[in-house]
């Protein structure tokens, strides 16, 4: 009697959760629908910029249907690297408004009005579907989350107000590599390995202790690194927190298109991201929907093309660790101990610059460092045994395969998270027996990437020590 009353507690809990689920689906929907029909449009209207003491200060103008205004912006602070004086008006402002484009995405969001007015430029057909592919797949998650069903076609219309273009971008760049940190293992990674092979800038958006000090680590100075400095505009948190539309966005792209204005006023010829081949795996299976969508090799190569098409045939943007995995990119890690106590991943402890602990993203680190870091010096990173923690079972269990969907977050694939728990299992057991599936992702190599020749030669030969 009681097993049967279980069952149909369990039964009746299971039922009221998939009702919620529906209603909830229904009631954004709905609010998806009502918004469009109460906001009629979105307004690209100017971008302004100055340069004052070496200081490089932008700010962009957006209107929700001219009832609510939004003007967010950015800083450069000097640095004795950056040569504003070869890049001219025409040139600042083709990157500037292709910067101002993806901008405008996280306030649009908002109310997801159907068109999109766009006034400083011109785009070509060509350019708007490009434009709509990046808004509607980067906001894959966005949607899906908030239960809205759409189509890219429908979704938006974007309507340039203006006839002028863009001029393409041609200035003489050097054998220089900017590196974008991220305070995370992979970007760490991309800078041992790069950094005594060739002239490297670093460049990190809103500094915080573990992007500074992974900078510090690797031997730069502050007036080595590039920063840019963003600041999201108060009214759009403020609609947030009232009720307006709200959810992920394609951060990745963002950082795409400011790295170019950073390589461009460097002379740098390459931009040489962090992203590995392990971002290309949906988070809900059989779909589009990707967290990683703009660090994977799709939206990689989609960026690649609109940059030689319409901004630079120069400058060549790439992820360095496309081939490889998270698995690989562990080991690689592994071997720089120097870094084990700055180096931060978790986005809920980013504030404090610290680990949670908690969040899919500290237990799947943890998990996919478990192979090549001993247990007390993890221990020592996070303050506990993460695979010890019960109430961490049911982000697990995401992470695995177990459930439907993995986790909203930057974390590896199903296999590589299964064949690093197969391993631990084996240490605890004491069983030398060879873990085949890890064996098999550490002699990994994706060939679909844009690496350029003297970079995979990098890349391979340390691949190939680490083995």
């Given at each position: 009697m009681h097993y049967e009353l279980c069952i149909m507690n369990y039964n009746f809990t299971k039922f009221v959760n998939q009702f919620l689920d529906v209603?909830?689906?229904?009631?954004?929907?709905?609010?998806?629908?009502?918004?469009?029909?109460?906001?009629?449009?979105?307004?690209?209207?100017?971008?302004?910029?100055?340069?004052?003491?070496?200081?490089?200060?932008?700010?962009?103008?957006?209107?929700?249907?001219?009832?609510?205004?939004?003007?967010?912006?950015?800083?450069?602070?000097?640095?004795?690297?950056?040569?504003?004086?070869?890049?001219?008006?025409?040139?600042?402002?083709?990157?500037?408004?292709?910067?101002?484009?993806?901008?405008?995405?996280?306030?649009?969001?908002?109310?997801?009005?159907?068109?999109?007015?766009?006034?400083?430029?011109?785009?070509?057909?060509?350019?708007?579907?490009?434009?709509?592919?990046?808004?509607?797949?980067?906001?894959?998650?966005?949607?899906?989350?908030?239960?809205?069903?759409?189509?890219?076609?429908?979704?938006?219309?974007?309507?340039?107000?203006?006839?002028?273009?863009?001029?393409?971008?041609?200035?003489?760049?050097?054998?220089?590599?900017?590196?974008?940190?991220?305070?995370?293992?992979?970007?760490?990674?991309?800078?041992?390995?790069?950094?005594?092979?060739?002239?490297?800038?670093?460049?990190?958006?809103?500094?915080?202790?573990?992007?500074?000090?992974?900078?510090?680590?690797?031997?730069?100075?502050?007036?080595?690194?590039?920063?840019?400095?963003?600041?999201?505009?108060?009214?759009?948190?403020?609609?947030?927190?009232?009720?307006?539309?709200?959810?992920?966005?394609?951060?990745?792209?963002?950082?795409?298109?400011?790295?170019?204005?950073?390589?461009?006023?460097?002379?740098?010829?390459?931009?040489?991201?962090?992203?590995?081949?392990?971002?290309?795996?949906?988070?809900?299976?059989?779909?589009?929907?990707?967290?990683?969508?703009?660090k994977s090799i799709a939206f990689e190569n989609d960026f690649r093309d609109y940059v030689e098409k319409y901004i630079s045939s120069e400058i060549q943007y790439f992820s360095f660790l496309r081939p490889i995995n998270e698995v690989q990119i562990a080991s690689l890690f592994a071997k720089n101990k120097d870094y084990y106590k700055v180096f931060k991943s978790c986005n809920v402890g980013s504030k404090t610059d610290s680990w949670c602990g908690k969040c899919p993203k500290c237990l799947f680190t943890y998990l996919i460092m478990s192979p090549f870091i001993p247990e007390n010096e993890l221990i020592e990173i996070y303050g506990r045994n993460l695979l010890k923690d019960n109430e961490l079972l049911p982000i697990l269990k995401q992470l695995k395969g177990e459930v439907d969907v993995k986790p909203f977050e930057c974390v590896g694939t199903i296999e590589e998270v299964n064949a690093c728990l197969d391993f631990c299992q084996k240490a605890n057991s004491r069983d030398v027996t060879p873990v085949a599936s890890l064996e098999n992702l550490l002699n990994q190599y994706d060939e679909m990437n844009n690496l350029p020749e003297h970079f995979e030669a990098i890349l391979k030969d340390n691949l190939f020590k680490n083995n």
């Open positions: 209603m909830a689906t229904y009631y954004d929907q709905n609010k998806y629908n009502s918004l469009r029909e109460e906001y009629e449009f979105f307004r690209f209207q100017r971008y302004d910029y100055t340069l004052e003491n070496d200081v490089f200060s932008v700010k962009f103008y957006f209107s929700l249907d001219d009832k609510y205004f939004f003007t967010p912006s950015f800083e450069i602070p000097k640095r004795k690297f950056y040569n504003w004086s070869d890049v001219s008006k025409n040139q600042l402002d083709t990157i500037l408004f292709n910067i101002g484009m993806i901008e405008l995405i996280s306030y649009w969001k908002l109310a997801c009005p159907k068109k999109v007015y766009i006034s400083p430029f011109k785009l070509d057909t060509n350019q708007i579907l490009w434009w709509k592919k990046l808004y509607f797949n980067g906001l894959g998650e966005f949607f899906y989350l908030n239960g809205i069903k759409e189509n890219i076609n429908d979704f938006m219309e974007i309507i340039c107000e203006s006839d002028a273009s863009c001029e393409k971008i041609e200035l003489p760049l050097k054998e220089t590599t900017l590196v974008p940190i991220g305070g995370g293992k992979d970007s760490v990674v991309t800078v041992e390995l790069l950094k005594n092979k060739m002239p490297i800038i670093p460049l990190i958006i809103n500094p915080r202790g573990a992007t500074t000090e992974c900078a510090v680590t690797a031997g730069f100075t502050e007036e080595q690194v590039a920063v840019i400095k963003r600041n999201l505009d108060a009214t759009m948190l403020r609609l947030n927190n009232e009720g307006f539309l709200n959810g992920h966005t394609p951060f990745s792209a963002m950082l795409a298109f400011y790295t170019l204005l950073i390589g461009f006023v460097t002379n740098s010829k390459y931009i040489a991201l962090s992203n590995e081949s392990s971002a290309n795996e949906p988070t809900v299976p059989d779909t589009e929907v990707n967290h990683q969508y703009s």
